[in-house]
């Protein structure tokens, strides 16, 4: 493997298609300002650089970052590449990551609206990450320790598995099919309307109006936290520890709870709902 380190890449395409080459301690910034300096390139490993330009790695294969830092004008900078691995490393461009395959992300920080978006196998371990769209369109997805905050996360996704992490976000999961989430906090509005086969297992639920127009919905020893009017014509399988604020029109299946607070049937439903409701009884 060829060692480049202690330079500079301002221009475009400085580095195009690079082929087993290892990245040490450079920068790719200046008032040249090129592009896609790593485009097409193979077998590339940069180790403690920062990257401040625009589509450093497109249509690359076997890609390793590892203490690498892309400032937030390094925009759209991992874009169809399969095999990549991320470690230690901050990735603060829009669009860092899209339409790539065979990803793994750990023990990083990410800032970056609309990320992830149609990529496919994508791992997050121990990472914290700031997006508006998360993950749209994605498949085959697997997160775990993972710190989220955003708006809206997961929408389209399908086969994706979520544990020990905490997901502050606003309308996650829409359309989404044959997700499990466990050991895991959600937090937000909205959520998971529309979606097929979501699993939440040893979750805190926390918000309004969540998990409506549901099919497949699994609940296994849930927190539900100022959930009013929820499960609306949903087909729901819920265990509920505690009360619930508020269940409204749920349209099938059965829900155990400690508590409803308020169980809502309206005269003008769209749809006849024949939930069974259970409440335990106190001890």
């Given at each position: 493997?060829?060692?480049i380190?202690?330079?500079?890449?301002?221009n475009e395409?400085?580095?195009?298609?690079?082929?087993?080459?290892?990245?040490?301690?450079?920068t790719?910034?200046?008032e040249?300002d090129?592009?896609?300096?790593?485009?097409?390139?193979?077998n590339?490993?940069?180790?403690?650089?920062?990257?401040?330009?625009?589509?450093p790695l497109?249509?690359?294969e076997?890609?390793?970052l590892?203490?690498?830092?892309?400032?937030d004008t390094?925009?759209?900078?991992?874009?169809?590449?399969?095999?990549?691995?991320v470690?230690?490393s901050?990735l603060?461009?829009?669009?860092?990551?899209?339409?790539?395959?065979?990803?793994?992300?750990?023990?990083?920080?990410?800032?970056?609206?609309?990320?992830?978006?149609?990529?496919?196998f994508?791992t997050l371990?121990?990472?914290?990450?700031?997006?508006?769209?998360?993950?749209?369109?994605?498949?085959?997805l697997?997160?775990?320790?993972?710190?989220?905050?955003g708006?809206?996360?997961?929408q389209y996704?399908e086969?994706?598995?979520i544990?020990?992490?905490v997901?502050?976000t606003?309308d996650?999961?829409?359309h989404s099919?044959?997700v499990?989430?466990?050991?895991?906090?959600v937090?937000?509005?909205y959520?998971a309307?529309?979606?097929?086969?979501?699993?939440l297992?040893?979750?805190?639920?926390?918000g309004?109006?969540?998990?409506?127009?549901?099919?497949?919905?699994?609940?296994?020893?849930?927190?539900m936290?100022?959930t009013?009017?929820?499960?609306?014509?949903s087909e729901?399988?819920?265990?509920?520890?505690?009360?619930?604020l508020?269940?409204?029109?749920?349209r099938?299946g059965?829900?155990v709870?400690?508590?409803i607070?308020?169980l809502?049937?309206?005269d003008?439903?769209?749809?006849?709902?024949?939930?069974?409701?259970c409440?335990?009884k106190?001890?």
């Open positions: 493997m060829t060692v380190q202690n330079r500079n890449f301002p395409r400085d580095l195009y298609a690079a082929n087993d080459v290892l990245i040490k301690n450079c790719f910034q200046g040249e090129g592009e896609s300096a790593l485009k097409e390139a193979k590339v490993k940069l180790e403690n650089c920062l990257m401040a330009l625009r589509y497109w249509h690359d076997n890609v390793e590892c203490d690498v830092t892309m400032t390094c925009r759209a900078a991992l874009w169809y590449t399969d095999g990549l691995t470690q230690n901050r603060f461009g829009i669009k860092a990551l899209r339409e790539c395959n065979r990803a793994v992300i750990s023990a990083s920080q990410i800032k970056s609206p609309e990320f992830g978006w149609k990529s496919h994508v371990k121990d990472t914290e990450i700031e997006s508006e769209y998360l993950f749209l369109l994605a498949t085959d697997h997160l775990d320790g993972v710190r989220f905050q708006k809206y996360s997961f996704v086969n994706v598995t544990e020990n992490s997901l502050d606003k996650a999961f829409w099919k044959n499990t989430v466990k050991n895991s906090v937090k937000g509005e959520l309307w529309y979606s097929e086969n979501l699993a297992i040893n979750c805190k639920i926390i309004t109006q969540p998990l409506c127009y549901c099919k497949g919905l699994k609940l296994i020893d849930c927190e936290v100022d009013d009017f929820s499960f609306e014509y729901v399988e819920a265990c509920v520890r505690g009360t619930i508020s269940v409204k029109n749920p099938a059965k829900i709870a400690d508590g607070a308020d809502i049937y309206t003008d439903s769209k749809y006849r709902c024949e939930c069974e409701i409440v335990r106190s001890a």
